[in-house]
């Protein structure tokens, strides 16, 4: 849509080439197997494989630790574009990139220097993990708990919802370590830990969508991690890390709801046109343009608000407000575009033999994954009332 194509050519020719490559990887090597493999449920190993030889694990990673070191909004451009082909594919790397990021800008120049340079070749493949099986919209309420014992820390607990957590080679966790801190977020750290004794993952949970990539359950029974795992080096401030963790994974569901839209806008435009109804293509009759029309505008609207919130997290700004505002719109509208598609597609829509069913399964993920809908109108309402308070 011509809005992308603006979009690209405010970015450098680099970064114009970096997201035409993941746009022909897409077609190429994901739409033609990504049907059966979501069917089969079934890890996509080569594609994985492929991702890490094209640099795509370090896409945003620094390039003085390797990485290709492109921008939150070329980042964004990268994700519509896998989501396009299949939404999972970007889950492999969006925990991965959400733990970088807060290595990056929190983590100590010797954890910087260990961690960043073998995540972006995919060496390292890093999870991500703050809600538990009774604390999820509400993170002060997590129980699990690290104790300092010499040189390591101790956990114990349970966490929950962990994409990557079978084949990721660490995991960004949030504890408390001050149980009795008052209020709870400024008991809490983050770690980096590696997968050993102690950490027991579960069996993947059974899902609607989102197939292919796998979400766990991990327990730390008396698993101990080095102290120099401890993001940043000081306790009391992983609320904080995480949190601005989110930030970003929240510009990336936002591209994601963008990208399965698209999918669902240009499945739904080309059916309209092939499908013959009464003696001519139902793109013809007012009821489908209606719907192709809503999309079409709605998928806009969400594209921009992403960009808006990418471009604000470039300048360095805080960016929870455009954030919040373009996951909201771009989760809501791609749900509402899946929607569509069923409307437009008809009973076939409702068949596994159009990518239509699938897409209507994987959109609700996105109104809950990094926090959802609701939260995003408390985060909204409460940054308006502190940008427009009456003095």
Not at 203 to 212: F, S, T, V
Request: glycine letters at 10%.
């Amino acid at each position: 849509m011509e809005s992308l194509l603006i979009a690209e050519q405010q970015l450098s020719t680099e970064q114009r080439e970096i997201v035409g490559m993941v746009r022909t990887f897409v077609e190429k090597e994901i739409m033609p197997v990504q049907h059966d493999l979501e069917h089969d449920n079934t890890y996509p190993d080569e594609i994985v494989r492929q991702m890490k030889e094209l640099g795509l694990f370090g896409l945003a990673i620094p390039e003085e630790f390797g990485g290709g070191g492109v921008n939150f909004k070329t980042y964004a451009l990268c994700i519509e574009e896998i989501c396009r082909g299949w939404m999972s594919i970007a889950g492999v790397i969006n925990t991965h990139f959400i733990t970088a990021y807060m290595i990056g800008e929190f983590g100590t120049d010797e954890q910087k220097q260990r961690f960043l340079p073998k995540m972006a070749t995919g060496e390292y493949h890093m999870a991500y993990s703050m809600s538990e099986p009774g604390a999820g919209s509400d993170v002060q309420a997590i129980r699990t708990k690290a104790r300092r014992d010499g040189d390591d820390y101790v956990i114990n607990g349970e966490k929950m919802w962990v994409t990557n957590g079978e084949r990721s080679t660490h995991v960004a966790v949030l504890v408390k370590t001050d149980p009795e801190a008052d209020p709870p977020h400024k008991g809490m750290s983050t770690f980096i830990a590696a997968k050993g004794d102690g950490l027991t993952v579960s069996k993947p949970i059974d899902k609607l969508g989102y197939k292919g990539v796998e979400t766990t359950a991990l327990s730390f029974e008396d698993y101990r991690v080095p102290a120099t795992d401890l993001l940043g080096g000081v306790e009391g401030v992983g609320f904080k890390h995480m949190m601005s963790g989110i930030e970003v994974g929240r510009i990336n569901v936002a591209a994601r709801g963008v990208g399965v839209a698209r999918r669902a806008f240009e499945e739904s435009i080309r059916y309209a046109q092939e499908r013959q109804s009464m003696g001519k293509p139902i793109a013809q009759h007012q009821a489908i343009q209606f719907h192709l029309a809503n999309m079409a505008t709605k998928i806009e609207a969400a594209h921009l608000l992403t960009m808006a919130a990418a471009e604000k997290k470039d300048r360095g700004e805080r960016a929870d407000l455009e954030a919040g505002m373009a996951k909201l719109f771009a989760s809501e509208t791609c749900y509402e575009c899946a929607t569509d598609a069923l409307r437009v597609f008809g009973g076939y829509g409702f068949s596994k033999e159009y990518p239509v069913e699938q897409l209507y399964r994987d959109a609700p993920l996105l109104m809950i994954g990094e926090g959802t809908s609701e939260i995003q109108r408390i985060v909204i309402a409460r940054r308006l009332l502190e940008e427009y308070a009456i003095k």
